[in-house]
Nanobody, 125 residues
Framework: QVQLVESGGGSVQAGGSLRLSCAAS????????MGWFRQAPGKEREFVAA????????LYADSVKGRFTISRDNAKNEVYLQMNSLKPEDTAVYYC??????????????????WGQGTQVTVSS
């Protein structure tokens, strides 16, 4: 079992930055691919970014590519999402998730086994 706790959400103006963190506890953190997803009101949960155990393989949604950066510190059992140049359409609850250590189907929420409770990000224009 893996427990995930997100933090770092908040309210910012468009163009601003936030850094989300996800702390993992329980089973060995390093053997999981970690993903970030988001869900806006009335919309489906969507993929944002993912990073494999070694940190060398990452994938981003087209909507955040070039603005968001995912990273991880396996020694600290944490994964991060640096969000720059934020836009109002980035407003959502952001979730981190842990799944098998592969990038296969990494954009699908159904391949992740563990989820955090989410942290709210609100971007005003």
């Amino acid at each position: 079992q893996v427990q995930l706790v997100e933090s770092g959400g908040g309210s910012v103006q468009a163009g601003g930055s936030l850094r989300l963190s996800c702390a993992a506890s329980g089973r060995i953190f390093g053997v999981y691919t970690m993903g970030w997803f988001r869900q806006a009101p009335g919309k489906e949960r969507e993929f944002v970014a993912a990073i494999r155990w070694g940190g060398t393989s990452t994938l981003y949604a087209d909507s955040v590519k070039g603005r968001f950066t995912i990273s991880r510190d396996n020694a600290k059992n944490e994964v991060y999402l640096q969000m720059n140049s934020l836009k109002p359409e980035d407003t959502a609850v952001y979730y981190c998730a842990a799944g098998p250590d592969t990038m296969v189907l990494v954009v699908s929420r159904y391949r992740y086994d563990y989820w955090g409770q989410g942290t709210q990000v609100t971007v005003s224009s």
